[in-house]
């Protein structure tokens, strides 16, 4: 059996392709077109999963979305809808995309896909996945692991932001969710986009600012923007911000909690911008390591697989690790929505098609996440010499030293 799982128009497009149990190749449409983070139709992707291993279009059995398209845009259409008359010229912007492109995105996704082989008798067996459902299959499925709780946290999929799975051979059942717009991930975007980082790109970047930070502000983001449980679970204070109906994140109130305007992109990074910076990771880190307790606590499980855009914050994946709270810990490398594409894939072969898992408990199933192109040195050398390149072959040790040396 083979199924081909799609990610697209948000951010980090992408495509996987698994045969049977396996992983085949799984690959980001950044890497082709070099735009980052390319949020368009993965058409090279899917060109290169076909290709790489000499199939066509007619001969994949299933193509899957990594979410739905119509829960989401009920979601959207019920928060304009609850915090009207504010937002209306947000609503009005995006309607028009949605009614033209994204609500009917099956006969979109039909077409983007005949474009690849234009052959007139093809067949596509088009299914769409939950949004945290491909994250919690793209950490469960690949993992060592028979059975495992799984942690999904991120901005937002269709409603979920966070959510408890209990992952048990070939099956996964989620037991808790927290929803839209109660997200940790939008909260951490929040202050990426407050400290003048791209939204959807730059955290990274405020994960790095923080460490030559002191976390300051702690206490004044509990009492004012977040109210934490015990066990984890959170409200966001949504009068502190925009994203649920405006084009910012933060809005005048956010500003003045912390007396000054957003950093401009490029300008000065001050001692405040990284105080603040230490101050929400640590929040961060203190929510997931409550989550993690309670997750440990009520479903008794050894081991936890992670997903979402949450978990691609290592720091945190560090602390986890080093508490020791799950014997053994799994995290999907491409943990983002890159990863959802796999993750759907996953999903239609193991909880679809009920297909047994082959559970490899000595290597990885992701094989070093080496899922994409790979170039031979005759092909290397081709490309450099036809633009021109002026290039030196070196052994592998000679490369180690010089490689080592230039860092």
Not at 17 to 28: D, E, F, G, T, Y
Not at 78 to 100: Q, V
Not at 168 to 185: M, R
Not at 204 to 212: D, E, S, V, W
Request: aromatic share 12%; glycine share 6%; hydrophobic share 40%.
């Amino acid at each position: 059996m083979k199924i081909l799982g799609i990610s697209a128009y948000y951010h980090d497009s992408a495509a996987a392709l698994i045969i049977n149990n396996k992983i085949i190749c799984a690959v980001q449409e950044e890497r082709f077109t070099r735009v980052k983070h390319d949020p368009n139709f993965p058409y090279y992707s899917i060109k290169y999963c076909l290709k790489s291993n000499g199939l066509s279009l007619n001969e994949i059995d299933y193509f899957v979305f990594y979410d739905k398209p119509f829960t989401k845009f009920e979601r959207i259409f019920e928060t304009y809808l609850h915090f009207a008359p504010r937002g209306f010229k947000s609503f009005y912007k995006s309607l028009p995309i949605w009614a033209k492109d994204k609500l009917f995105q099956k006969k979109l996704l039909i077409n983007e896909l005949k474009k690849i082989d234009d052959k007139p008798d093809i067949k596509i067996n088009l299914l769409f996945s939950n949004h945290h459902l491909s994250h919690a299959s793209s950490a469960f499925f690949p993992s060592p692991f028979n059975n495992a709780a799984i942690l999904t946290m991120d901005g937002v999929g269709e409603w979920s932001t966070t959510s408890i799975s209990i992952g048990l051979k070939n099956d996964i059942s989620v037991i808790k969710e927290i929803n839209f717009p109660h997200s940790i991930g939008l909260l951490y975007s929040a202050f990426t986009y407050y400290l003048g980082f791209k939204v959807n790109s730059g955290e990274y970047k405020l994960m790095g600012l923080a460490p030559y930070g002191k976390p300051e502000y702690v206490n004044r983001i509990k009492e004012n923007l977040i109210d934490i449980k015990e066990d984890g679970s959170f409200k966001i204070n949504i009068d502190y911000f925009d994203y649920c109906t405006g084009l910012k994140m933060t809005n005048n109130k956010f500003n003045k909690l912390f007396g000054s305007l957003p950093r401009d992109p490029e300008t000065l990074i001050t001692q405040f911008h990284m105080d603040l910076a230490a101050s929400i990771q640590k929040v961060t880190e203190d929510i997931v390591l409550k989550i993690a307790i309670n997750i440990k606590k009520e479903t008794g499980e050894n081991n936890l697989c992670l997903a979402g855009g949450v978990a691609l914050n290592c720091v945190i994946n560090g602390i986890l690790e080093r508490k020791k709270i799950f014997k053994k810990i799994w995290i999907q490398p491409a943990s983002g929505d890159a990863g959802g594409s796999l993750g759907a894939a996953l999903c239609v072969r193991h909880m679809h098609q009920n297909k047994k898992r082959k559970i490899n408990f000595n290597s990885d199933n992701m094989k070093g996440a080496f899922l994409g192109p790979h170039f031979n040195d005759e092909e290397i050398a081709h490309e450099l010499n036809s633009c021109g390149a002026i290039f030196e072959k070196l052994t592998e040790k000679l490369l180690i030293e010089e490689v080592s040396n230039a860092l």
